[in-house]
C-alpha cells in the first residue's frame, strides 16, 4: 500500500522553505521580515508556521500566495543567492 501524501499546504510550505534556504544572510532575514508582514504572523519554523497559515488560507488564496512567495524567492536567491558562486 502506498503512504499517503502529506497535506497540499505542508509540501508547498517545505518547498518554500527550501527556496528561502537558497537566499543568503542577510537577505534571507529580510525575506523572512516580509514574509511575517504578508502573512501578518510572525513565522518562525518555516514548515511548520508557513504550512499552518497556507492551511488557514485554502484553495485558491493558498495557491495565489505560493505562487508570489515563491517568485519572490526566486528573484532574492537569484540576485542573493548561493548559487554561482556567489558567498
Do not use: H
Not at 502529506?6 to 518547498?15: M, N, Q, Y
Not at 522553505?17 to 529580510?30: G, H, Q, T
Not at 497556507?54 to 484553495?59: I, N, T
Request: glycine fraction near 8%.
Amino acid at each position: 500500500m502506498a503512504t499517503p501524501l502529506p497535506p497540499l499546504a505542508e509540501r508547498l510550505a517545505t518547498e518554500l522553505a527550501d527556496e528561502i534556504s537558497k537566499v543568503k544572510e542577510p537577505y534571507r532575514s529580510n525575506l523572512i521580515i516580509w514574509l511575517n508582514g504578508l502573512a501578518g504572523r510572525e513565522i518562525v519554523n518555516l514548515n511548520g508556521d508557513m504550512a499552518a497559515w497556507l492551511a488557514e488560507l485554502g484553495g485558491f488564496l493558498m495557491i495565489d500566495q505560493y505562487a508570489l512567495i515563491r517568485i519572490v524567492c526566486q528573484e532574492a536567491e537569484r540576485y542573493f543567492g548561493t548559487r554561482r558562486g556567489r558567498r
